[in-house]
């Protein structure tokens, strides 16, 4: 059977160029890059390699990059080493209702430990409003945390507008950039942010590996300690071939970034077309114009977006209600609530992202399969009409 993975958001596979870069990390090339013999030197030095290609993705300086274990470690970094530093100074944190789990549950442990967080709200499209973020801002503010794009619904923020109001206000800002970096452009100079969390497992490279972003000057507290590596931010023995991997992931992302979101955006509006002239009672959730090219997130009125999940799975076909995180929870989508739609609605949803491996065939298929599961659905359920 024809197998087709539209579940890019959740993972996607390591390219055969990365898994060719690392290979050598398991075997010949096996040194710790704390060890001062030849054996550790080739790893320091594939290590360091590794920094630049990651820091120039994101038009950085090789010492602003930590190496950590993706991106829920780096988001926590950010966010815990951002509060334990400045807590003389606040307890303030504004963040926003849509966050990752990695984020929003960082945040309601800080809440425990007696800092207060301010959750924003996000427009029926999914968009924080700056000036709604600005009001929130109080003296005691010490973190900004906005996420790039969602991972549900693929809405991209203002973040150029809101680095704008961190700097003015002088209030260091973070960005959960996992579902960006590899995808559109993500220079953190443009962005204005002072802390960047990516993930490699998103772009192509193995999973457990990401990188956090650090400004210079930027000062946070480490949250595991041990042997001071990573400029004692982030101490262990680092993952030399997944941080290989990730470099690797990084080069391969740039070179071909602008033509692969020329032809995923195609591949995107095709399937909206399709399947909304083909489902009657159907919507895309989230901004049609401020959206990743990857990303689309449909809701189908009377259907279980469960049972349509299941039903494409037996095709062939990966795609995901929710995110992968909270899908095995009954909760309705707390990104999909904080749209405004109802629960009922959120159940009806279904998260499809696309990547390198699929086609307009691929399109075509997910789209006729995709009606055939909405009407079967519906033509057996007694609120389907
Ligand atoms: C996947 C994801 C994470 C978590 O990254 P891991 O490397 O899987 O820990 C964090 N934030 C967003 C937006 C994500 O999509």
Redesign the pocket.
């Known amino acids: 059977m024809k197998r087709i993975y539209m579940d890019h ?3 996607t596979p390591v390219a055969p160029e990365v898994l060719e870069a690392m290979l050598p990390f398991f075997s010949l090339k096996f040194g710790n890059a704390s060890s001062l013999h030849s054996f550790g030197l080739e790893a320091k030095e594939a290590l360091e390699a590794s920094r630049e290609k990651v820091a120039k993705l994101l038009g950085a300086n090789a010492e602003e990059i930590i190496f950590t ?7 926590n970094l950010s966010l815990k080493g951002i509060a334990l530093r400045s807590r003389e100074k606040g307890k303030h944190i504004i963040t926003t209702v849509i ?2 789990p ?2 929003l549950e960082t945040c309601r442990k800080l809440q425990k430990y007696g800092f207060e967080v301010t959750y924003l709200p996000v427009s029926a499209d999914g968009l924080v409003d700056p000036a709604a973020l600005e009001a929130a801002i109080r003296k005691d503010t010490i973190l900004i945390s906005v ?1 790039h ?3 549900e619904v693929g809405t991209i923020q203002p973040l150029q507008e809101i680095g704008k109001i961190a700097a003015e206000k002088d209030i260091y800002f973070h960005t ?1 950039a ?2 960006t970096v590899g995808k559109i452009e993500t220079n953190v100079n443009d962005l204005g942010v002072d802390l960047l ?1 990516l ?4 772009f192509y490279g193995p ?2 590996t ?1 990188a956090l972003y650090v400004r210079k000057g930027t000062k946070l507290e480490s949250i595991v300690q041990g042997g001071g590596h990573e400029r004692g931010l982030r101490s262990g023995t680092e993952n030399v071939a997944g941080i290989v991997g990730l470099a690797r992931a990084a080069d391969l992302a740039s070179e071909i970034m602008a033509s692969e979101a020329e032809r995923l955006t195609d591949l995107r509006d095709r399937l909206a077309k399709l399947v909304l002239e083909k489902v009657k009672d159907a919507w895309v959730n989230g901004s049609m114009t401020k959206r990743l090219p990857s990303n689309l997130n449909f809701s189908f009125k009377y259907v279980e977006g469960e049972s349509l999940l299941l039903f494409l799975d037996s095709k062939g076909i990966g795609v995901s209600t929710g ?1 992968a ?1 909270s899908s095995k929870k009954l909760e309705p989508s707390h990104v999909l609530l904080s749209l405004g739609l109802k629960p009922e609605e959120c159940h009806g949803s279904l998260r499809i992202t696309m990547g390198r491996s699929n086609s307009e065939d691929d399109v075509d298929y997910v789209a006729a399969s995709i009606a055939e599961a909405v009407a079967r659905f519906r033509s057996i359920s007694a609120l389907g009409r």
């Open positions: 958001s959740a993972t274990s993706g991106g829920t470690e780096s988001d966050e990752h990695a984020i996420m794009a969602n991972n959960d996992v579902q969390s993930s490699a497992h998103k999973k457990g990401g995110s995180c």
